[in-house]
Every structure is written in C-alpha cells, then in structure tokens.
T-cell receptor
Framework: GDSVTQMEGPVTLSEEAFLTINCTYT??????LFWYVQYPGEGLQLLLK?????DKGSNKGFEATYRKETTSFHLEKGSVQVSDSAVYFC????????????FGAGTILRVKS | DTGVSQDPRHKITKRGQNVTFRCDPI?????LYWYRQTLGQGPEFLTY????????KSRLLSDRFSAERPKGSFSTLEIQRTEQGDSAMYLC??????????????FGEGSRLTVL
C-alpha cells in the first residue's frame, strides 16, 4: 500500500550544522508531499509542501524538493538552531487517497547549543 | 486562542470503561479529522467529517469507536469498552474544504488515553 518511510532518529546536531532528514514514499498515483513539524507541547503544523514533481517547498529556512525519479522528499536546512528541535513528519496526500494525509513515523531532531 | 482545542488532554481509565474526547475546530473550518498516534509512529487516519456528515471511516475504527459532529461544529470521539491497545494519542484536526484537498490541516495538541 501507499506509505512513507523516514530516517530513524533521534538526529542530534550542534547549532548551525547542516540538516538532512530523508523521506521516501511509495504511491500508486501522483501525491502531494508534505513536511509537518511538532514542537514540544504543541500540535502538528504544516512546515512546507510540494504538489508535483520537481517542485520545491520552503519555509523558515527549510527546503524539500519533490523527486519523482527517486520517490523522495528529503528535508534540508543549511544552519539549524536550538529552536528547530522538534519531531518532523513526512506525509503524502492526494485525490487517490481520499485527500487523507498518510504520515511517516516521524524523526526527532535535537539541536545542541 | 482560536486554534483547534481538544479535551481532556489526558485521560486514564480502566479496561472496559467508556471514554469520550471532544474536539473544537477552528470556527470557519468545515472539515474535521480524527487521527490516532501511538508511540514512535506517525498519526493514522481514523475518520473525517465535512460539516455534520461523516464521509469516511478507516478500518482502524472498530465498532467500539464512534464519532459524531452533530451540528457541524465540535466533534466527539467515543471509545466503548476500552482495551489496553486503545492507549494512544488521539489527534483532532480541521481544515477548510480547500485545505482538505491541499493537505493543509490544523491540528490540536491531542488527547492522550492510557488504559490500565
């Protein structure tokens, strides 16, 4: 079935380090792809999205590019901050899935000062 | 605060008891979703409403689970005869109709259920 696979965490980085969180998906159609973030004590919130191949989503210094050929949507940030410490979820959605979000397991990011 | 609110935030119950969770969505949103999240996993879809109509239910939603949204505003999720396997975080989310199509959901902080 359709699914999302994320790299296992926790990922621990020092402040200003480069971040990559890998995400790959399997899907029968052409889904939209998302990164959601959950900060401590808060609900999930949309970080960025991309709706078609080669689109790049970006927000708050984070970027991810929809790669259809590798079925990937890796999250990157050039210089992380302590405030980026959170759980990051990759997800897909589309009309083929009744517009429901299908989430990966999440990756914990810890940034040390 | 005009975000999605859920109540209670944490419920501890004994196996076999019934529990009910409430979700108040963002007021102008007509879609409301319930998800379940267990430790170390991402949220899994349970059901969603458009206004008061329940349009889809996951196979995860057994007969012991029932969700309602009687006036198209707040929603309740009831679990009857709870089992230890029901222990999880129950997440509510809302969206506009367009947001639902584009995947932009607004989540509450969740209601954590612990079944002893």
């Amino acid at each position: 079935g359709d699914s999302v696979t994320q790299m296992e965490g926790p990922v621990t980085l020092s402040e200003e380090a480069f971040l990559t969180i890998n995400c790959t998906y399997t899907a029968t159609g052409y889904p939209s792809l998302f990164w959601y973030v959950q900060y401590p004590g808060e609900g999930l919130q949309l970080l960025l999205k991309a709706t078609k191949a080669d689109d790049k989503g970006s927000n708050k210094g984070f970027e991810a590019t929809y790669r259809k050929e590798t079925t990937s949507f890796h999250l990157e940030k050039g210089s992380v901050q302590v405030s980026d410490s959170a759980v990051y979820f990759c997800a897909l959605s589309g009309a083929e899935y009744g517009n429901k979000l299908v989430f990966g397991a999440g990756t914990i990011l810890r940034v040390k000062s | 605060d005009t975000g999605v609110s859920q109540d209670p935030r944490h419920k501890i119950t004994k196996r076999g008891q019934n529990v009910t969770f409430r979700c108040d969505p963002i007021s102008e949103h007509n879609r409301l979703y319930w998800y379940r999240q267990t430790l170390g996993q991402g949220p899994e879809f349970l059901t969603y409403f458009q206004n008061e109509a329940q349009l889809e239910k996951s196979r995860l939603l057994s007969d012991r689970f029932s969700a309602e949204r009687p006036k198209g505003s707040f929603s309740t999720l009831e679990i009857q005869r709870t089992e230890q396997g029901d222990s999880a975080m129950y997440l509510c989310a809302s969206s506009s109709k367009r947001g639902g199509r584009t995947g932009e959901l607004f989540f509450g902080e969740g209601s954590r259920l612990t079944v002893l």
